[in-house]
């Protein structure tokens, strides 16, 4: 088993739509929890981080964490063009940060 | 400005040729690691290192290696290269282990022949 599941993609979503992306993780030890965003040829960029169960808003991102069940998700609201990009998840344990393979998003104009 | 500096960005080479992929940031980081990126793989760490003089392998180590003699640099170092070693690499630092998130290089696109 996989250490970080993500749905598969690719996800396409209309201008304006939400896009809900999920992961599942098989460490119940890990802490932390992160959303990156990665451009082609770019560096992954972190966008979210959340450490505790609920929700958690930062402007048109809301990431959600359930620890209980090992889920963590990111939903983008009114999703823009430049929203089009891979989206990675993470979760740390003490000495490493453990990726999904990720998630490709296009918002189509 | 707050960056990790890769370097090379782009490197073709032959296999067996020694080389070394250069990675130093400026936030006075404790934890930096390296990562290669290959395509339906995702990120798999190579090694990371949590100080000074202290580095430990991560998930895929076989034929790289890494020191850490500044807290700034830490050097991903291939001494035989293989083309199986073709691959997107890059380089992240971490105020400490754990809980943090990383702050990414540019990336080295390896190519080896």
């Known amino acids: 088993q996989k250490e970080v599941e993500q749905n598969s993609g690719p996800l396409s979503v209309p201008e304006g739509a939400i896009a809900s992306l999920n992961c599942t993780y098989s460490?119940?030890?890990?802490?932390?929890f992160f959303w990156y965003r990665q451009y082609s040829g770019k560096s992954p960029e972190l966008i979210m981080s959340i450490y505790s169960n609920g929700d958690k808003e930062d402007g048109r991102f809301t990431a959600q964490l359930n620890k209980a069940s090992q889920y963590v998700s990111l939903l983008i609201r009114d999703s823009q063009p430049s929203d089009s990009a891979t989206y990675l998840c993470?979760?740390?344990?003490?000495?490493?940060?453990?990726f999904g393979a990720g998630t490709t998003v296009t918002v189509r104009a | 400005e707050a960056q990790v500096t890769q370097n090379p960005r782009y490197l073709i080479t032959v296999t067996g040729k020694k080389l070394t992929v250069t990675c130093s940031q400026n936030?006075?980081?404790?934890?930096m690691s390296w990562y290669r990126q290959d395509p339906g793989l995702g990120l798999r760490q190579i090694y990371y290192s949590m100080n000074v003089e202290v580095t430990d392998k991560g998930d895929v180590p076989e034929g790289y290696k890494v020191s850490r003699k500044e807290k700034r640099n830490f050097p991903l170092i291939l001494e035989s290269p293989s083309p199986n070693q073709t691959s997107l690499y890059f380089c992240?630092?971490?105020?400490?282990?754990?809980?943090?998130?990383?702050?990414f290089g540019s990336g080295t696109r390896l190519t080896v022949v």
């Open positions: 936030m006075n980081h404790e934890y």
């Open positions: 993470a979760f740390s344990n003490d000495y490493k940060l453990s």
């Open positions: 460490d119940r030890v890990s802490q932390s």
């Open positions: 992240a630092s971490s105020p400490r282990q754990g809980g943090y998130g990383y702050t």
